[in-house]
T-cell receptor, first 114, second 113 residues
Framework: EADIYQTPRYLVIGTGKKITLECSQT?????MYWYQQDPGMELHLIHY???????EKGDLSSESTVSRIRTEHFPLTLESARPSHTSQYLC?????????????FGSGTQLSVL | GDSVTQMEGPVTLSEEAFLTINCTYT??????LFWYVQYPGEGLQLLLK?????DKGSNKGFEATYRKETTSFHLEKGSVQVSDSAVYFC????????????FGTGTKLQVIP
């Protein structure tokens, strides 16, 4: 059912490298989100977007940045990766409108920074 | 602020056992309540939801009832299968606007044959 895609699924990279995690959805959803999931499974919202050219910081402070130039695309960038950035990153989207509150999640990117 | 509290895991059950995963919430308004499931190596997917008090959400044999008087939304299944092994997240959110979703910390379920 889910039409939201994240690439890569796994990324192992050295400290100091710039990385971009890709997230795309084909459902025309206005709202998109990035969550960071720690090893204890807890989810932390780090970024969200209401639509094109809209981006906001989430509940958990993050050194990453996001952009929303197209409705379907919501990439996350780390300018200089560090071991503390090692985590699972989950992208999600949802429709606008008052009655449909379901979140659609991608399969996630497992990032390991050495 | 809003919060969701789930029972800690992991929960280990034998196949065909009865499952209950407790979830309680604190909310400033009248949210919708959700259970999401995360299978190994995947993202979360919606399992069921309830939008108002006394509503019962159900899917794939799982059920949960929105209890306003006890601020609870416990997940139940009468007979679990090995394929139900996953992490289960209770969550709440409000309609419209930013639609912030507040998640619980997740409960890992392992079902053994």
């Amino acid at each position: 059912e889910a039409d939201i895609y994240q690439t890569p699924r796994y990324l192992v990279i050295g400290t100091g490298k710039k990385i971009t995690l890709e997230c795309s959805q084909t459902m025309g959803h206005d709202k998109m989100y990035w969550y960071q999931q720690d090893p204890g499974m807890e989810l932390h919202l780090i970024h969200y977007s209401y639509g094109v050219n809209s981006t906001e910081k989430g509940d958990l402070s993050s050194e990453s940045t996001v952009s929303r130039i197209r409705t379907e695309h919501f990439p996350l960038t780390l300018e200089s990766a560090r071991p503390s950035h090692t985590s699972q990153y989950l992208c999600a989207s949802s429709e606008s409108g008052r009655t449909n509150e379901k979140l659609f999640f991608g399969s996630g990117t497992q990032l390991s920074v050495l | 602020g809003d919060s969701v509290t789930q029972m800690e895991g992991p929960v280990t059950l034998s196949e065909e056992a009865f499952l209950t995963i407790n979830c309680t919430y604190t909310a400033t308004g009248y949210p919708s309540l959700f259970w999401y499931v995360q299978y190994p190596g995947e993202g979360l997917q919606l399992l069921l939801k309830a939008t108002k008090a006394d509503d019962k959400g159900s899917n794939k044999g799982f059920e949960a009832t929105y209890r306003k008087e006890t601020t609870s939304f416990h997940l139940e299944k009468g007979s679990v299968q090995v394929s139900d092994s996953a992490v289960y997240f209770c969550a709440l959110s409000y309609s419209g606007g930013y639609q912030k979703v507040t998640f619980g910390t997740g409960t890992k379920l392992q079902v053994i044959p």
